[in-house]
Each structure stands twice: as structure tokens, then as C-alpha cells.
């Protein structure tokens, strides 16, 4: 039913992080696949998404991705998001109701500050679900992952994801 998407480069820990979230959907029977666009990673992206069984591409055409998409439903994610309990039901309940592109609501405990909020922000950061009719739909050459949800109204899933920017801090913090 559902087709996880993330674009990477040289993220292996955050891939990882991602992969890890995502094992309640595999296991529920939910998540048919993953693919990994890489953007010439030279760390061990493409053994952590191997070995997790993705689909890890270094070459490919974004229409030809979403048309060989297993789920009738995209997932795109930015590698580190990770959503949070509950995140499995919140897609189920969506999709059987609603049409319409979703995200999930932002973690409580991974908030922007006020300046950074007023600033340009990732269209991924909430994670990005959208049918795959109505992505193939609006797909145009030269497209790039997050530009799927540019412009898009979307509705709030009730589930919270932690941002990748804030798995992202917290690494360094732990490694300084």
C-alpha cells in the first residue's frame, strides 16, 4: 500500500535512523517498499539501505521512480525523519478516508525557534504522503523529490514526526 521515498547524500546515519522508524509499517504489512535516490553518496548509504532492503538508485528518472512504485501511496522522507509512535494507524486511517496529501504534525519536543520557523524550510520536513496517481500526475522533467509537495494544500496526520534537521543536531551533539 505504501511506497517510502527519500533522496540522500552521504546521510548513512540518518538513513539509518529512517530505516529503523520505518520497521513497525514493514512489519504491519503497510511499507511494500523503499527507495533511496542517491545524490553520489561516498559513505555507507548504500549498505545501509542494502541491507535493509531498499531500492538504492545513483541514476535515475523521478517519472520512471514514482511509476515503479509498489504502494498506491508515496511517503517521501528527508534520511533522519523519523516518525514517531502511532505513525502506522495515522497513514492506515488516512489513506482509507482521504484523498487529499498529508504530513504528519511536527514533534512536540523537536520545535524551530522562532527565527527559524520565519525562515525557508525543507517542503519534507513533515514527511510528504501523497497518492501515487497524484504525484505521477504532476510530475514535470527536472523535478526534484520535494518539489512533489510544492504548492500542495495538505491535510495534518495524527501521528508526529521527529525532523530530520533535529536528528541531525543531535548526533553532533552527542559526537562533540
Given at each position: ?23 513497525a509499517?514493514?512489519?504491519e504489512?503497510?511499507v ?16 545501509v539501505?542494502d541491507?535493509a ?7 535515475w ?5 514514482v511509476?515503479?512504485?509498489r504502494g ?6 528527508e534520511?533522519?525523519a ?7 494507524d ?8 482521504d ?15 522562532f527565527l ?7 517542503l519534507?520536513e ?9 504525484a505521477?500526475?504532476g510530475?514535470?522533467p527536472?523535478?526534484a523529490?520535494a ?11 495524527l501521528?508526529?514526526?521527529?525532523p530530520?534537521?533535529a536528528?541531525?543536531a543531535?548526533r ?5
Amino acid at each position: 500500500m505504501l511506497t517510502i521515498i527519500m533522496e540522500c547524500h552521504n546521510d548513512e546515519a540518518e538513513l539509518a535512523q529512517t530505516l529503523s522508524a520505518l520497521v513497525a509499517g514493514a512489519v504491519e504489512g503497510v511499507v511494500r517498499d523503499v527507495i533511496v535516490l542517491d545524490h553520489g553518496s561516498t559513505d555507507g548509504s548504500a549498505r545501509v539501505a542494502d541491507a535493509a532492503g531498499c531500492r538504492f538508485l545513483t541514476d535515475w528518472d523521478l517519472k520512471d521512480v514514482v511509476q515503479s512504485a509498489r504502494g498506491d501511496w508515496l511517503l517521501l522522507l528527508e534520511p533522519g525523519a523519523r516518525p514517531l509512535a502511532g505513525w502506522v494507524d495515522a497513514v492506515t486511517d488516512h489513506v482509507a478516508i482521504d484523498l487529499k496529501p498529508a504530513h504528519f504534525a511536527a514533534s512536540r519536543n523537536h520545535r524551530r525557534s522562532f527565527l527559524q520557523r520565519i525562515g525557508r524550510r525543507s517542503l519534507l520536513e513533515q514527511g510528504y504522503l501523497v497518492s501515487k496517481r497524484t504525484a505521477a500526475a504532476g510530475l514535470r522533467p527536472g523535478m526534484a523529490l520535494a518539489d512533489i509537495a510544492n504548492g500542495r494544500a495538505v491535510r495534518e496526520l495524527l501521528a508526529e514526526i521527529v525532523p530530520a534537521w533535529a536528528v541531525k543536531a543531535m548526533r553532533i551533539k552527542t559526537q562533540n
